[in-house]
């Protein structure tokens, strides 16, 4: 299941972003077209496919890098974006994704989930937090990435610490089973502590104070099924909700 925080509109095609809440990385989602429910205050049916990104294109003389991809819905498109380090680690960690889509979805609102199954939409409470990690290179999406891409190891902004509207996928306990969710950073108010709000589907068992939030994260490599990484870690601990 997908978090879907809102889309970008491109000349014949729509690009949904979200943040991937199932324990798999962008590398290991579903390839192909398929179709998918996009709900939130109703239910859309859409088809959708995973890009396929060309790398190397170059940057404008603005200075905007430009993202070549090719679908199989709409064949080659591209767009132009500011991209930093900071927001290339940011959607590391998110475990953000990229979906094509034709279908008309002008009238969605956002948050959003998308799932190859009709599900609840997503509810909101506004919580405080504790975090256990802050760091960009302490998140398991970014342990995973940094095992595979070892060059980025003396990166020092790697040390930074997450921002304030990042959102971060996590699972927590509800009636015995493993729910996930999306927890929003929001300003700090403390030392550890921060304002946060909490996505999760309305059937779930609505997150308690005390409750663990936790993340784990696995990367199945292709070419070589056996080779299998697998990282996790304790998020943070909910003080305190409301609303």
């Known amino acids: 299941m997908v978090l879907v925080t809102g889309h970008r509109k491109l000349d014949n095609i729509q690009l949904l972003s979200g943040i991937v809440l199932e324990e798999i990385t962008e590398a290991n989602f579903r ?21 396929q990104y060309h790398g190397g294109i ?20 591209d767009y132009t974006e500011r991209q930093s380090d900071e927001e290339i680690f940011s959607g590391v960690v998110e475990n953000r994704i990229q979906l094509a889509t034709t279908s008309n979805i002008d009238n969605v609102a956002y948050p959003a989930f998308l799932s190859a199954r009709p599900v609840s939409p997503p509810t909101a409470i506004r919580a405080i937090v504790r975090l256990y990690i802050d760091k960009l290179e302490d998140f398991p999406e970014m342990r995973l990435f940094i095992a595979r891409e070892r060059y980025l190891l003396k990166n020092p902004k790697l040390q930074k610490s997450i921002g304030v ?21 929001g300003r700090p108010i403390g030392r550890g502590m921060f304002e946060a709000v909490i996505y999760y589907e309305a059937k779930s068992k609505r997150p308690a104070p005390g409750g663990t939030l936790g993340r784990k994260v696995t990367w199945t490599n292709p070419k070589n099924p056996e080779a299998i990484m697998q990282f996790s870690a304790r998020i943070g601990v909910i003080d305190s909700v409301r609303g």
């Open 31 to 51: 390839k192909g077209v398929f179709n998918a429910f996009l709900v939130s205050d109703r239910v859309h049916e859409i088809i959708c496919e995973r890009p």
């Open 165 to 185: 509207g990042t959102i971060l996928p996590v699972s927590y306990e509800s009636g015995g089973d493993l729910a996930v969710a999306a927890l929003e950073v």
């Open 58 to 77: 170059g940057t404008t003389r603005e200075g905007l890098f430009v993202v070549e991809f090719e679908t199989t819905l709409c064949g080659v498109s």
